[in-house]
């Protein structure tokens, strides 16, 4: 009977104890729920941040440079258009020069719309695969134990510089394309717009047609922006390291124009060798 009892008794303490864990294990998990959706959010709204920053931050700079961009296509196809005499006799002051007398001097904006309209997705996928492709090649086996080193960071900017540049350059060729044909022209207009240029081609030259060159562009593009995001990231962690309170605006000019420099020079090498 004693026995029985015992086994009859249930302790109060222990039942009220276990209600209370149940109700702080659910409290804890809606919580930790809250913060991984906040999470998410944040991750949301910091991926369209940079996909626009860089955008708006290309198209701003390539309106900036329109001019002297006309004037380099100008010179570059002056061969097909001029004589010798008219050659030897080429310089910049010369062809701006012409460039306001005859076609007025909006003229140096001729082709700029569709620039814009190419630089604000390629801008904005450049920098949008540099930060999905450095996380892939985080995640590459064996380079947990050497995310620290200098020369693992080096290579994964470098790496994800070069693909996010082909990745970006190969989805906007097409407007690429477009865009130097349009600034090529000079009194004698073929194309009438965007919309004329990209059906004449596709017409005449067929769909093809709009990626004539890519293979070249790729060339010069890859290691361009490789150069590009690594001598930046490098740069920018050297001097972070040595002078932690500098301002972060002149940290990020001063770092990405000297690998905008480096970058155009190894460009300009490639060009020249194909050439």
């Known amino acids: 009977m004693q026995t029985e009892a015992r086994v009859g008794v249930v302790n109060p303490g222990h039942g009220g104890g276990g209600g209370k864990?149940?109700?702080d294990t659910t409290a804890l998990k809606f919580k930790q729920q809250q913060q991984e959706l906040l999470q998410a959010q944040k991750t949301q709204i910091g991926t369209v941040s940079q996909l626009l920053a860089g955008g708006?931050?290309?198209a701003l700079s390539k309106t900036c440079t329109a001019?002297?961009?006309r004037l380099t296509i100008l010179f570059q196809v002056q061969g097909m258009h001029s004589?010798?005499?008219t050659l030897r006799k080429a310089s910049i002051w010369r062809e701006a020069s012409r460039i306001v007398g005859e076609e007025g001097f909006r003229a140096f904006w001729k082709g700029n719309l569709v620039t814009i309209a190419h630089r604000l997705p390629y801008s904005s996928l450049n920098f949008y695969a540099y930060e999905r492709y450095k996380?892939?090649?985080y995640m590459l086996p064996g380079l947990e134990s050497h995310s620290e080193h200098m020369s693992t960071d080096l290579c994964i900017h470098f790496?994800?510089?070069?693909?996010a540049g082909i990745t970006a350059a190969s989805a906007t060729y097409p407007l690429d394309l477009v865009r130097t044909r349009l600034a090529a022209q000079t009194n004698v207009l073929y194309y009438r717009g965007i919309g004329h240029a990209l059906q004449t081609i596709c017409k005449e030259e067929g769909v093809l047609g709009l990626y004539k060159g890519l293979g070249?562009?790729?060339?010069g593009v890859g290691p361009s922006i490789a150069i590009s995001f690594s001598v930046y990231e490098s740069l920018r962690s050297f001097w972070q390291s040595q002078r932690p309170h500098d301002s972060t605006?002149?940290?990020s000019l001063s770092c990405g124009s000297l690998s905008g420099i480096a970058s155009s020079t190894e460009k300009q090498a490639v060009v020249q060798a194909l050439h």
């Open 159 to 163: 790496l994800g510089g070069g693909l």
């Open 83 to 85: 004589d010798a005499a």
């Open 67 to 69: 001019p002297l961009a």
């Open 216 to 219: 070249a562009t790729l060339l």
């Open 56 to 58: 708006v931050a290309g």
């Open 249 to 251: 605006v002149l940290v």
């Open 21 to 23: 864990s149940g109700v």
């Open 135 to 137: 996380k892939l090649l």
